[in-house]
């Protein structure tokens, strides 16, 4: 979508425009529960790259509100996935990330498990009498793989990740994702913010021009080409000719054209950044690609997790546009995170009232929509006394 076409349509009352959600919901304990319970829990998330655990009995570890999942490789290569609690008096079996040549084995009573799960055996098993080994195995967790990462659901039968992408997926392929390596571990950062807000500013670029001055100095707004599918957006940044006057925007302009020859021309010349709902993105550059998630820690706190994959490349030039990427998108990270954090503290005040949605913050809307629908009390100008638990 461009501006001209933005301009072109007719112009709505301001009574008529969507609003943004009333600002009680982004600091309320029930909503940041339900908020897991019916949007977070049944939907897809991903734990890692399968890349990132590329031997027999490497595992990555994901959390998500009071839930642990791990996943790791087996003995025959394939991937799977378990909770991470012991079958025995639920303790927690990994932490992080690393590997289990053998066995998984539960630091409390060593409970001793197969890379599939089985339950292999316990201390003093003669105290147990009659157990029957079967029926304690770990408990598996749904899997999928998509774009060469490992995705799991905790509840609900959402459709597979590819079919949620659609047109989408096919986009992705010249990059060849899935065999991209990791370029740094997986990180996580506590930012001061209620999750909605952090995915609030993702799915929007309308505060790019004055929020991300040096993103605008290089690059024209996602929002002037825009695709998407139900549940996921995409929109492309496209180099500007007009080369940046700060040192590291500007090299970066000169040089990404030339390294990243493995690509079509035009994808040498964009970003694009992809958004799936409810808490996913995916930024995909010429020479690199990260995600992240938004994860709730709390209402008004938040987790942002993921980490950068790249082909492997060790030459010299690959190596210097890479830190260049990495020194601008840290500077934008920064920025997100100040400007969140201004709008978590304005959302205090008791004078504001939601204001008028632009039609370039129509994804944040269709995320709105999504919170209205599976919690409708999120609809109501102030919190309820009560909650529906139905």
């Known amino acids: 979508m461009t501006n001209r076409s ?3 349509r007719a112009d709505p009352s301001p009574s008529s425009l969507p609003h943004a959600l009333p600002a009680w919901v982004y600091n309320h304990s029930e909503m940041t529960r339900l908020e897991l319970e019916r949007i977070l829990l049944p939907s ?5 790259h399968v890349n990132s655990i590329p031997k027999v009995g490497d595992y990555e570890t994901f959390d998500l509100g009071p839930e642990s999942v791990m996943v790791l490789r087996d003995r025959d290569g394939s991937i799977r ?10 303790a927690r079996l990994l932490d992080g990330s690393g590997n289990c040549p053998a066995t998984i084995t539960c630091p409390y009573h060593g409970w001793t498990y197969r890379h599939d799960g089985g339950l292999i055996g316990m201390p003093v098993r003669e105290s147990f009498p009659g157990l029957d080994r079967a029926e304690h195995g770990l408990r598996p967790v749904r899997t999928d793989i998509a774009f060469g990462f490992v995705f799991v659901c905790l509840a609900g039968d959402p459709p597979p990740v590819s079919k949620v992408w659609g047109k989408l ?3 992705l392929l010249p990059y060849r994702l899935e065999d991209m390596v990791p370029l740094e ?11 909605k807000i952090a995915m609030d500013n993702y799915l929007e670029s309308y505060h790019v021009p004055i929020g991300h001055p040096g993103l605008y100095r290089m690059f024209t707004p996602d929002y002037e080409d825009q695709a998407s599918v139900p549940g996921v957006a995409r929109g492309i940044s496209w180099l500007r ?6 040192w ?7 040089l990404i054209g030339r390294v990243t020859t493995h690509l079509p021309e035009d994808q040498r010349r964009s970003w694009r950044f992809y958004s799936a709902l409810p808490n996913l993105g995916i930024d995909v550059y010429p020479e690199r690609m990260d995600f992240f998630q938004v994860l709730p820690d709390g209402p008004g706190r938040c987790i942002v997790r993921g980490a950068v994959f790249g082909l492997p490349d060790e030459r010299r030039e690959m190596r210097a546009i890479r830190y260049l990427s990495s020194r601008i998108n840290t500077q934008v990270n920064d920025e997100d995170k100040w400007l969140c954090g201004r709008v978590q503290r304005g959302l205090a005040s008791g004078s504001y009232k939601p204001g008028p949605l632009s039609q370039l913050e129509r994804w944040m809307f269709e995320f709105h929509n999504l919170l209205r629908e599976r919690i409708p009390e999120s609809a109501l100008e102030s919190a309820p006394q009560q909650f529906n638990r139905d």
């Open 241 to 246: 000719e007009k080369q940046s006057p700060r």
């Open 169 to 171: 997926a096919e986009e």
């Open 248 to 254: 590291s925007e500007g090299l970066y302009q000169r």
């Open 6 to 8: 933005v301009a072109k």
């Open 81 to 90: 996935g378990f909770h991470n609690v012991c079958r025995h008096r639920g």
């Open 185 to 195: 571990p997986i990180s996580q950062e506590t930012w001061n913010v209620d999750w």
């Open 44 to 48: 897809w998330q991903i734990v890692c």
